[in-house]
């Protein structure tokens, strides 16, 4: 969630899903502005687990369209959405009963160029 927010993905939410699902323990979601922005929010988070914990994901899915990208790490699997896809496909209803995972992220804007 921290990699994708450093690269600027917005609504970002981790859902706590071990108790109802056996494959993951937790579902990370996040959207992208655009296909291109996917691709990076993907790239930074591979490139980044891979440089400091040696981890590499057991499946990529959806990346040459970057529409819907999955990551997955396993016990995590982060999903990186274009806003259009996100709202089809509505992960956050279909496991609304899994707890949401508190991520301590800075929600506050960026500030302008110029400021701070």
Known sequence: AQLADS???????????????????????????NERQAKAICDEV????K?????????VEGLPEARWVLLD???????VFVAETRELYRLE?????????????????APAVGEG
């Open 46 to 49: 591979q490139l980044s687990l």
């Open 7 to 33: 690269k600027l993905a917005a609504d970002i939410v981790a859902l706590e899903v071990g108790g109802i699902v056996g494959y993951t323990d937790v579902l990370v979601i996040c959207t992208a502005r």
């Open 51 to 59: 440089r400091e914990d040696g981890l590499l994901p057991s499946r």
């Open 93 to 109: 209803q279909l496991w609304g009963e899994a707890p949401r995972l508190e991520l301590g992220l800075d929600d506050a804007p």
């Open 73 to 79: 790490y396993l016990d995590c699997i982060l999903h």
